[in-house]
């Protein structure tokens, strides 16, 4: 191929354009998240799964003295609590279930 075709044609191409990520915002757990993450410690996971590797993590976070989470994190321990619901408490649950109507 021409080298000169071969420059226009790299020259035409159009820059890729990489998605934009929205920003990681950490905010205080509440109590009844913090009460959840600490009830996930007592539950029976399969081995090798995501959802024991996410509990593992908030349940050393709510452990921390000012606990933090995002809002994927949050969305996401109420799906492993509902998951996992017959291993929990049944307060945690309950109350889980009102935090999610509200």
Same mark, same amino acid.
């Given at each position: 191929?021409?080298?000169?075709?071969?420059? &226009? +044609?790299?020259?035409?191409? !159009?820059? !890729?354009?990489?998605?934009?990520?929205? !920003? =990681? =915002?950490?905010?205080?757990?509440?109590? +009844?998240?913090?009460? @959840?993450? $600490? #009830? *996930?410690?007592? =539950?029976?996971? !399969?081995?090798? $799964?995501?959802?024991?590797? *996410?509990?593992?993590?908030?349940?050393?976070?709510?452990?921390?003295? @000012?606990?933090? +989470? $995002?809002? #994927?994190?949050?969305?996401? *321990?109420?799906?492993?609590?509902?998951? &996992?619901?017959?291993? +929990?408490?049944?307060?945690?649950?309950?109350?889980?279930?009102?935090?999610?109507? $509200?």
């Amino acid at each position: 191929m021409n080298p000169y075709l071969r420059e &226009f +044609i790299e020259a035409s191409k !159009p820059e !890729p354009v990489r998605p934009t990520r929205r !920003p =990681v =915002v950490w905010r205080a757990m509440t109590d +009844i998240e913090r009460t @959840a993450c $600490t #009830a *996930l410690a007592r =539950v029976s996971f !399969p081995p090798g $799964t995501g959802a024991k590797r *996410l509990a593992r993590s908030l349940t050393a976070q709510a452990a921390q003295p @000012a606990p933090e +989470i $995002t809002d #994927a994190q949050a969305s996401a *321990l109420w799906s492993i609590v509902h998951r &996992f619901r017959r291993q +929990i408490p049944a307060e945690v649950v309950r109350s889980a279930l009102e935090s999610a109507r $509200t």
